[in-house]
């Protein structure tokens, strides 16, 4: 069971480069293939979490390289580390893929044609390449993995043509831009210390408490914050996602909204918390004020990102801009600097994930039955199922933050984070994040509720059955993580106490 | 002031990364033209792995494969760091590059993708038209 991590990352990724030679012959098998393989991976990522879970951490050496910190040569091998966080969020990466794949059947573009086999290679590519990132203990492979991803993401996104190739570019332009601050970031790591290797880095940085301190350090973590801040869309560095997530084909919107920022989000978190050892003590970086400076960058985005989705027409924008202000809230969780902080953030970020897959199947769902593409048109849901007016409500809840919905004990948490850390500012944040998301979700309600039919005559529309299910299988998702928020919390608090919080 | 000035020159390799570096991202932002903007983007990857090179170099240094005498008795302690450069970064090198090359390829795909569409790289003028 050693293998499991790999075997993991082999599942997918052996699925794409074998999905080209399949279609070559039977193009019709390349949905069903990609589906199955990305069904197996959520099957093994649960037994992984719980394994993990049970039997405590594993840590992979590839090639059986030696990765030990304890020995007095540096670790030769690159090391995957299959820890209680990497494995949950694995878990919700896949599943997450897998039910976007189930929403993707009816909306995949017809102008695909021959095409559609690429199309399943690059999805498989890109889960390939963001479970690397989950897994990856080393900061050179997760450039690596990241580029592997955002590579197969923007071509993703030009997919479907027209307008989106122009918005793909500019995602392209700044995704490399990110990239290459990343890699200057790591540049920077590795000539001061000689290691790219995480658990080293950690142990060279507590050993030398000078070298947390020195400017090396100090400007290659700001690098790789500015790298990992445009990847994850961070308020001023925000500017591709809203276009790319508006012109992505509507298959894509769900996957990439609910995995690639949260992810880049992760792979932050895990270089803030396991490498640099962030934490609310006199020494080492808290001398500069990180995780203040972080809690600062997070509340403006929280509160900018729902600003510009208030202003916004067009119904995917609208929920692009929301994406924007929920990676603040995560950021605000995460560097309050103590253990609820941190369970709150990394509870609100899975939580996060599944709302905003949510949003974009509802965005899509919309668009595909009734054309609704704007705010004003937002009023034909009527005509539909109550599958989808019922999906928004759930979602609407979470997202605003009642209970029972995950969305509400995640924001408790962080509040309750700032708090203890006496971050009022940050808490005040929070609040008017909150207020201008109900705000936003009001003018969606009142034209979907209240206003009088335009014509009541007219025929319902029954929704797609794919559509049923991933809406159905998100609302249930984020009823089931506010009722069992308890122990997920209580896994999260366990994780933060190992990283020294 | 003046000290700082002396270490820096001290570095040329510094200081062309840091042109390098700025001067892609300029190019980046100051041009409307979308090959010209990719050209921006490749120096900027450039220069990341440029500086990532010079660091690695060592004068009168050779590869990392036992020569001479020391190829025979390689299990003992008596092998001189000094005489042999450190392989990571060029390896580290190697994959940036193959990184670098394919983002180019996406990146080139795209535009020849706008041209067909739009007729036209000249952002304003893509801008307008999606108007």
Known sequence: MNQLPVIIFLIPFLSAISAPLVGLKHPQWCRPMTMLSVFAMSVAAWVNLWLVLNHGETRYAFGGWPISTALPDPPLGIEWVNDALASVMLVVLSSLASVCLIFGGPVTPKSLGKRAVLYYTLILLLISGLTGIVFAGDIFNVFVFLEVASLSAYALVGMAGGRALVASFRYLILGTLGASFYLLGVVFFYAATGTLNMADLAQLMTDKPELATSKAVIGGSTFMFIGFAIKMALFPLHGWLPDAYTRAPDAISPLLAGLMTKVALYGWVRVMFWVLGARDTADGLAQVHLLTLLGALGSLAAVFGALLALGQQNLKRMFAYSGVSHVGLILIGVSQGNATGFSGGMFYLINDAVMQAAMFFIAGAAIYHHGARTVDEIAKLRQGSRWLTGGLVILALSMIGLPPTGGFFGKWHIILGAIEAGNYFAVAAVIVATLLTMVFFLRLFVRVFAEQPASSEAPRVETHLAFRASVGVTSAAILVLGLCSDPIIKVFRSIASSAGL | ?131
Do not use: C
């Open chain 2, 1 to 131: 002031m003046i000290e700082h000035i002396v270490a820096g020159l001290q570095r040329p390799n510094f200081i062309v990364f840091v042109i390098l570096f700025l001067w892609g991202i300029f190019i980046m932002v100051a041009h409307a033209n979308l090959v010209k903007k990719l050209i921006g983007m490749y120096l900027v990857q450039t220069s990341v792995i440029f500086l990532l090179v010079t660091f690695s170099a060592k004068s009168q240094a050779t590869v990392p494969i036992l020569q001479g005498p020391d190829a025979v008795q390689s299990v003992s302690p008596t092998i001189d760091p000094d005489q042999y450069s450190n392989p990571l970064p060029h390896v580290l090198t190697l994959t940036a590059i193959v990184v670098q090359v394919a983002t180019l390829g996406v990146s080139l795909a795209l535009v020849k993708a706008i041209y067909r569409e739009y007729g036209s790289l000249d952002e304003d003028e893509l801008l307008q038209r999606i108007e």
